[in-house]
């Protein structure tokens, strides 16, 4: 991806990060295999995952939550799966754990000192630059090195259908029905569901 084109992505996210970095690699791939994604969710992106790298995949691809061409899998996996609807065409993306650089120890030590906030400005900014070197580091990779790529079955989860609207009975907001839970009886939205048996376990 052109440096303009990364620099518009960085700036959509906020800061460049080596999760960043991994999702425009695998928007990158994306585009290459399976095209552009011009057309209104005539692609389909599947992530594992909710971390940084989205971000560059709604970027890049266009596929977005609001579309509903944009689907979570919470399995906390640096995964993602393409289909294009026109002839069924997908891939899923593996992160291969080669590809993570796990071996450099020297990026381990400065989080856990960082995390304990026990870190020295030094040590704060080594920690920064190898973050940097990382992601950048990712951006350059091969492809085929950073990716392994399955042809997968395209297997869309349903569309979300119009729903009823409900009322919660505790705190009266409107609530789609395929969320409401019922607590004694009562049609609860979930916040409200989950108070109420918080207050259950404890009386
Ligand atoms: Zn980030
Ligand atoms: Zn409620």
Known sequence: MKPQDISA???FHGHFCPGLAIGVRAAELAL?????????????????????????IQFVTGCTFGKGNLIHLDYGKNAFTFIRRS?????????????????????????SSIQSGEASPEEHKRFQELFQQRGQAILEMPL??????????????????????????????????TRIRLLGGRKLCIPCFEAGERRLSIE
């Open 9 to 11: 992505v960085v700036q």
């Open 32 to 56: 290459a295999e399976i095209g552009p994604h011009a057309a209104d969710e005539e692609v389909v992106a599947i992530v594992e995952t909710d971390m940084c790298g989205v971000d560059a």
């Open 87 to 111: 002839d069924g065409k997908a891939i899923r993306l593996m992160m291969r754990p080669q590809s993570r650089g796990e071996s450099n120890t020297e990026h381990r030590e400065p989080t």
């Open 144 to 177: 085929n090195q950073l990716f392994e790529v399955q042809a997968v079955e395209p297997s869309i989860p349903a569309k979300a259908r119009v729903r009823e609207s409900i009322q919660c009975e505790a705190c009266g907001e409107i609530v789609m029905e």
